[in-house]
């Protein structure tokens, strides 16, 4: 079992940036490749960023490309999501995946989630 909590999240300005971070527990943090995916209300979960095992490699959505930067610290059990220039349709509960398969953007192809942090940008 792999265990995930996000934090970070709040209200900002469009424009603003946020930083989202995901603590795992459990089992080798290193083996799992990590995922970010957001959900808007009435909305599905979509893909946000995903980085392999030991961070070299990273794939984006394309509507957060070159806003957003997913990095990780596998000394510190963490994967963080860097928001910039953030717009009022980047509202969305945002959350961490764990999988053993990188890259994956298929969202019913993850092991494990955390529980999900709201990001709200006024406009």
């Known amino acids: 079992q792999v265990q995930l909590v996000e934090s970070g999240g709040g209200l900002v300005q469009a424009g603003g940036s946020l930083r989202l971070s995901c603590a795992a527990s459990?089992?080798?943090?290193?083996?799992?490749?990590m995922g970010w995916f957001r959900q808007a209300p009435g909305k599905e979960r979509e893909f946000v960023a995903t980085?392999?095992?030991?961070?070299?490699?990273?794939y984006y959505a394309d509507s957060v490309k070159g806003r957003f930067t997913i990095s990780r610290d596998n000394g510190k059990n963490l994967v963080y999501l860097q928001m910039n220039s953030l717009k009022p349709e980047d509202t969305a509960v945002y959350y961490c995946?764990?999988?053993?398969?990188?890259?994956?953007?298929?969202?019913?192809?993850?092991?494990?989630w955390g529980q999900g942090t709201q990001v709200t940008v006024s406009s």
């Open positions: 459990g089992r080798t943090f290193s083996n799992y490749a």
């Open positions: 980085i392999s095992f030991s961070g070299g490699r990273t």
């Open positions: 995946a764990a999988d053993q398969v990188y890259p994956n953007l298929d969202r019913f192809g993850y092991e494990y």
